[in-house]
């Protein structure tokens, strides 16, 4: 094991250095460099900067004003805080690039000269520390480059680029604020949308894709058990809804296990249990929230309706005075990216940066409000670019132990190798779908 582990950290570096030797022999290598100045100004001033989903004002008018400097049709306030800029290069095809623009509310513990430091009030009035811990501000600085190559490049293309700065990604509410405010009525239609997205799975400079589903789709969903509180020295005169929960959490590993098939994905966590205020009570309800994800719209059916069913049955099974409460209170569709579109981008990227740095990958269960422009009825591509320094990746390849991941707060992306293969993928994604 220990020798197919020193194998493969050898190949991750060979790569690597071959990724660095085609870099220099790409085309387009010289306008990403040029560009990567500007871009890393922007990278550092939104990592110190971060803002919550849905109050991003100052980050879109950074976007905003970027892109309205390079002459692109520039509207701002779309889905809330979202920036729409199009550029009209004359007849041709209509493609959209998307970057989502939110922040988390995660303590920045990396240490970094630039880390964010910045803290707001929450909803209940308490402060919350923001950091950009998923690499929304390399999606941007990425976005940034790539509107400007294309539009000091207009003699390569033709067509019309619509460009998105996307509100509310990590609450899954963005794109579908933007879809309701208009997207795709009141700007052009796109036949094509694109979006990148960082990953610690992959070593800087390494574009990874995979065609059909890539991203699950997720409900959050809210169990509600009621029961008959008392005191906890008689609990016979009482019907306990912990118990009743506790039974639930057991049962609904059994949906998966039992119910679905294996060779379906499929997700059921119970991410929190909230009921009680003292050692000797017993309540009178127990709220539990899950998260609950799959690929095919029939496994999520029935994964919900088998949570409800298995909730009201040990209730039930407990003489609970009510039946539970089950809600579905968010839904993400999953992403799925279209075959056709995978299989032609991927090929651009081979000829564009080397086939060496352009993978595939296996989907994988986090969510993504992306597929909600593919939902929309245009054909959709998501693609993920390396965000950890090639030695630490081979490293990490080699001892077992991985390197924080993105919603850690020691997420710490190799930032310029990462923004330049990001702007080169999609700069020659873009190329490739305006026919040139």
């Given at each position: 094991m220990?020798?197919?582990?020193?194998?493969?950290c050898?190949f991750?570096?060979a790569a690597?250095?071959?990724?660095a030797?085609t870099?220099?022999q790409t085309p387009?290598?010289?306008?990403?460099?040029a560009?990567?100045?500007?871009?890393e100004?922007?990278?550092?001033?939104?990592?110190r900067?971060?803002e919550?989903?849905?109050?991003?004002?100052q980050?879109?008018?950074?976007?905003?004003?970027r892109?309205?400097?390079l002459g692109?049709?520039v509207?701002?306030?779309v889905g809330g805080?979202?920036?729409?800029a199009?550029?009209r290069?004359?007849?041709?095809?209509?493609v959209?690039?998307r970057?989502d623009?939110d922040?988390?509310?995660?303590l920045?513990k990396?240490?970094?000269?630039y880390?964010s430091?910045v803290?707001?009030?929450?909803d209940?009035?308490?402060?919350?520390?923001v950091?950009?811990?998923?690499?929304?501000?390399?999606h941007?600085?990425s976005?940034?480059g790539?509107a400007?190559?294309?539009?000091?490049n207009?003699q390569?293309?033709?067509g019309?680029?619509?460009?998105?700065?996307?509100?509310?990604?990590?609450?899954?509410?963005g794109?579908?604020?933007m879809?309701?405010d208009?997207?795709?009525?009141?700007?052009?239609r796109?036949?094509?949308a694109l979006a990148?997205?960082?990953d610690?799975?992959?070593?800087?400079?390494?574009?990874?894709?995979?065609?059909?589903?890539?991203?699950?789709?997720?409900d959050s969903?809210?169990?509600?058990?009621?029961?008959?509180?008392?005191?906890?020295?008689?609990p016979h005169l009482?019907v306990?809804?912990?118990v009743i929960?506790?039974?639930?959490?057991?049962?609904l590993q059994t949906?998966?296990?039992?119910?679905?098939n294996?060779?379906?994905?499929a997700?059921?966590?119970v991410g929190?249990?909230r009921g009680?205020?003292?050692?000797?009570i017993?309540?009178?309800e127990?709220?539990?929230?899950l998260t609950?994800r799959?690929?095919k719209?029939e496994v999520?059916?029935?994964?919900?309706?088998?949570?409800e069913?298995?909730?009201?049955g040990?209730?039930?099974a407990a003489g609970?005075?009510?039946?539970?409460?089950v809600?579905?209170d968010?839904?993400?569709a999953?992403?799925y990216?279209d075959?056709?579109?995978t299989?032609?981008?991927?090929?651009?990227l081979?000829?564009a940066m080397?086939?060496?740095?352009?993978?595939e990958?296996?989907p994988e269960?986090?969510?993504e409000?992306?597929?909600?422009?593919g939902?929309?009825?245009?054909?959709?591509?998501?693609?993920h670019?390396g965000a950890?320094?090639?030695?630490?990746?081979?490293?990490?390849?080699k001892?077992?132990?991985?390197?924080p991941?993105?919603?850690?707060p020691l997420?710490?992306?190799?930032?310029g190798?990462?923004?330049?293969t990001?702007?080169m993928?999609?700069?020659?994604?873009l190329l490739?779908?305006?026919?040139?």
């Amino acid at each position: 094991m220990r020798q197919q582990r020193f194998a493969a950290c050898m190949f991750v570096l060979a790569a690597a250095a071959v990724a660095a030797q085609t870099w220099a022999q790409t085309p387009l290598a010289d306008d990403v460099n040029a560009a990567f100045p500007q871009q890393e100004a922007l990278y550092l001033d939104l990592h110190r900067n971060p803002e919550l989903s849905l109050h991003e004002q100052q980050t879109a008018a950074k976007l905003a004003a970027r892109v309205k400097a390079l002459g692109y049709e520039v509207t701002t306030g779309v889905g809330g805080t979202g920036v729409v800029a199009v550029l009209r290069n004359g007849p041709g095809h209509t493609v959209l690039l998307r970057t989502d623009m939110d922040a988390l509310p995660v303590l920045e513990k990396t240490g970094l000269p630039y880390a964010s430091t910045v803290t707001v009030k929450g909803d209940s009035g308490e402060l919350v520390p923001v950091m950009h811990a998923c690499g929304h501000d390399i999606h941007m600085a990425s976005w940034a480059g790539t509107a400007a190559l294309m539009a000091r490049n207009r003699q390569r293309w033709h067509g019309t680029l619509v460009l998105i700065g996307q509100p509310a990604e990590e609450l899954g509410e963005g794109a579908a604020a933007m879809l309701k405010d208009g997207l795709f009525t009141r700007f052009p239609r796109p036949e094509f949308a694109l979006a990148i997205h960082d990953d610690t799975e992959l070593p800087a400079g390494q574009v990874g894709f995979h065609a059909g589903y890539f991203r699950a789709g997720a409900d959050s969903v809210t169990i509600t058990v009621f029961g008959r509180g008392g005191h906890g020295a008689r609990p016979h005169l009482a019907v306990d809804p912990i118990v009743i929960a506790a039974r639930i959490v057991v049962s609904l590993q059994t949906i998966v296990s039992r119910e679905t098939n294996p060779i379906d994905p499929a997700v059921v966590t119970v991410g929190t249990i909230r009921g009680g205020t003292k050692n000797n009570i017993i309540p009178d309800e127990v709220t539990m929230t899950l998260t609950v994800r799959a690929f095919k719209p029939e496994v999520m059916a029935h994964l919900t309706s088998a949570i409800e069913r298995i909730a009201k049955g040990e209730a039930a099974a407990a003489g609970a005075p009510r039946e539970p409460l089950v809600t579905v209170d968010d839904t993400l569709a999953p992403e799925y990216n279209d075959p056709q579109l995978t299989a032609r981008v991927a090929g651009a990227l081979r000829s564009a940066m080397g086939a060496d740095r352009v993978v595939e990958m296996q989907p994988e269960m986090g969510a993504e409000d992306f597929g909600a422009y593919g939902l929309a009825g245009v054909p959709v591509l998501l693609l993920h670019v390396g965000a950890v320094e090639p030695a630490k990746f081979a490293a990490a390849q080699k001892s077992g132990v991985p390197v924080p991941s993105i919603h850690s707060p020691l997420f710490a992306p190799d930032y310029g190798p990462t923004i330049k293969t990001a702007t080169m993928a999609e700069t020659a994604a873009l190329l490739e779908l305006f026919g040139k």
